[in-house]
């Protein structure tokens, strides 16, 4: 782009101003471009499977069987979403993928709330009440984040059932608080790290003790990071399934279980549109919540990633 | 136990951080109603002393006392203290008034005690259109006020200022300077007030404790302090520019006599001496820059020189002059009206009476 020197207006002072003035003139340079390609590109690769199975979860068995993946169904139907939500069968139970969801609704309300207060409470102790072996707890808690989950199934299903518990809603639920302790933790820790010292030693001075500190002046505070715990455990307490299959017990079976079951089933024919419905739906719950919240668990990598 | 009446009096207190001494045997009467401040240099324990005064630090050995009780094991909020920090430390999710009364809520006050003692610490410090407001709504100095504020509607008996102006800038630390000065002259409640600013301990201070590595190098007022350092560390850390020093012996006999290295003779006989010295030993001379006279009455100092002039510096109010006098670098400041100009040879002379003496061993005062 080239500037127009040649016509050159009185300013408002009635100076003759030449050359560059005012804001530089964006422009669209090669660079950009190169990034939103790089970025349509991405978004297709990852749009194209999902276009699929919405496309195929409308379409009826016959047309699924003419092939053309991509096309828009000719006579779009719900037959299979409804299917899938009310009726596909797991083994002999044919109640649809409904008593999975409302199980995971039961495991990930309890279990988000359960290990989100517990790390909360963690977090602030770590970071205020500097006891002796702070730092030592601290330690272990976050060489927990690096544990594989496989190395201590076997040891916790001895456990659960020494303690009668095992295969009870109790079980699920007390692993996956277990679990997304280290990790809740540090997040907590790192953002009550960076608050002011000085605002703790205020309250101290004006007599609040240990959880009058805690609920009125830290939780207060601490509601954008809460934000971002709850998306990172209902996200993941959602999508788990290795948990789910070990301890949750047939009774209270999370919906991703139900969903590999309803697949996995091979009697008859493999109802395609019935199985991408029941995945659509079963995935539909974390997708709701990143939509949403996309910027706060953005906010909250960064703020996990960066202070330490 | 009878000990004399003190409003705060610290008791050969120790604190260990670690394998680190911070404070070691420290001992610190402060009288009823007085302004004392901590000063020196960062790291030097002034503020680590203060939070031991607070009870927001464990000591490890000694005691505190408060308004003579023996509070060494009591809790911050049991201690009659209010506090004031760098950060100002509001809690930002509450409004003003809230940040106000948190404490006198927690405490169980009742409702109109809260109201009378927030519109009181409000009228003091001229706040009461900012009681709604929430702290990110206010600039820097006002979130300090509501900070002294909070201190205020305590009602303690002693106040506590870590750095409370450090994070203000220039204009407004004086400012708020003058308040806080106005504020004690008030309520002449005890104040203990930590800085590394000497204008505002100078300022503000009844007496100035003039800390380095955990040790009250000297506890004493401005005059003195300024006037009369107890030692070489004081002499350099109070003052700017800060003193010029030289290097020599002091040779006793008939008339005392400073000798500078390179030989040059400076008559000391109208100086004070702390203690009277029989031997000559090797010493450092101090003078202030703004004890040095230049120009015309120079002639008729104890002690007098022409020298040229290197650097000039204006600062506003007076102008201050490099120079060499016997082979050391020495600055003198002199009336911002005189003109002076590098290159120009001048007259200057000081009387050594208002300069100090140290041991060069020692580094006390002679």
Request: glycine residues 8%; hydrophobic residues 45%.
């Amino acid at each position: 782009m080239t500037l127009v020197v040649n016509n050159v207006v009185p300013g408002a002072s009635g100076r003759v101003l030449e050359g560059p003035c005012g804001p530089r003139k964006s422009q669209l340079s090669i660079a950009r471009l190169g990034i939103y390609g790089f970025l349509i590109m991405a978004a297709l690769f990852f749009l194209m499977p999902f276009w699929v199975m919405i496309v195929t979860s409308l379409k009826t068995l016959p047309e699924i069987r003419e092939g053309n993946l991509f096309n828009w169904p000719s006579d779009p139907t719900f037959e299979p979403w409804i299917k899938a939500w009310f009726s596909a069968c797991t083994g002999r139970d044919c109640n649809g993928l409904q008593p999975g969801f409302w199980n995971s609704v039961k495991i990930t309300a309890i279990a988000t709330v359960v290990s989100i207060t517990i790390a909360a409470i963690n977090g602030y102790a770590l970071s205020f009440w500097r006891y002796r072996y702070a730092n030592l707890v601290f330690g272990i808690l976050v060489f927990g984040a690096f544990v594989p989950y496989q190395v201590v199934i076997y040891p916790l299903i001895i456990t659960m059932r020494e303690l009668g518990i095992f295969s009870t809603l109790l079980s699920i639920v007390l692993v996956h608080s277990i679990f997304g302790m280290p990790i809740l933790t540090l997040l907590y820790r790192n953002f009550f790290a960076s608050l002011p010292m000085e605002m703790f030693k205020a309250a101290r001075i004006d007599g609040a003790g240990f959880w009058q500190i805690f609920f009125r002046i830290m939780i207060p505070m601490a509601v954008p990071i809460t934000i971002v715990a709850i998306i990172l455990q209902l996200t993941g307490i959602w999508n788990d399934f290795l948990f789910g299959t070990v301890f949750a017990g047939r009774q209270n079976m999370p919906m991703t279980v139900q969903l590999n079951n309803i697949v996995q089933t091979t009697t008859g024919v493999r109802e395609y549109n019935v199985h991408m419905a029941a995945t659509i739906l079963t995935a539909a719950v974390p997708l709701i919540v990143y939509f949403i919240s996309g910027k706060w668990f953005v906010r909250g990598i960064a703020a996990g990633a960066v202070k330490g | 136990m009878n000990m004399s009446e003190h409003s705060v009096s610290i008791r050969d207190l120790t604190l260990d951080y670690g394998n680190t001494r911070v404070l070691e045997n420290l001992n610190l009467d402060i009288e009823q109603g007085e302004f004392i401040v901590l000063l020196g240099p960062s790291g030097c324990g002034k503020s680590t002393l203060l939070n031991c005064i607070a009870g927001l630090m464990d000591i490890s050995d000694g005691q505190i006392h408060i308004d003579n009780r023996n509070v060494t094991w009591e809790e911050p909020k049991d201690r009659g203290i209010g506090m004031v920090f760098q950060s100002y430390a509001l809690y930002p999710q509450m409004t003003v008034e809230k940040n106000l009364s948190f404490g006198l809520k927690v405490a169980g006050y009742k409702k109109d005690e809260i109201q009378r003692r927030v519109a009181r610490a409000a009228e003091i410090l001229q706040m009461e259109e900012l009681l709604q407001r929430k702290p990110v709504e206010l600039s820097g100095g006002q979130r300090q006020r509501v900070a002294i504020g909070r201190a205020l509607v305590r009602e303690a008996k002693v106040f506590l200022f870590d750095e409370p102006l450090s994070n203000l800038d220039a204009k407004l630390r004086s400012d708020l300077r003058v308040e806080i000065k106005r504020l004690h002259q008030r309520l002449k409640n005890t104040m203990i007030y930590v800085t590394h600013d000497q204008i505002e301990a100078l300022t503000l201070a009844n007496r100035i404790a003039i800390m380095k590595d955990g040790v009250i190098q000297q506890l004493a007022d401005p005059h003195t302090i300024y006037n009369k350092p107890v030692n070489l560390y004081v002499a350099g850390f109070i003052g700017s520019p800060s003193m010029n020093f030289f290097q020599g012996t002091l040779q006793t006999g008939d008339e005392t006599c400073f000798v500078t290295d390179s030989g040059t003779h400076i008559p000391t006989s109208s100086y004070q001496f702390a203690r009277a010295s029989s031997d000559s030993c090797s010493a450092v001379l101090g003078i202030r820059p703004e004890h040095i006279i230049a120009g015309e009455g120079a002639r008729g100092m104890p002690f007098s020189t022409r020298v040229e002039i290197e650097i000039v510096e204006p600062m506003g109010s007076n102008t201050l002059v490099w120079t060499r006098v016997a082979d050391q670098a020495v600055t003198f400041s002199c009336d911002s009206d005189q003109l002076l100009a590098p290159g120009q040879s001048i007259d200057i002379g000081f009387d050594p009476a208002r300069g100090s003496l140290f041991d060069a061993e020692s580094t006390l005062r002679l």
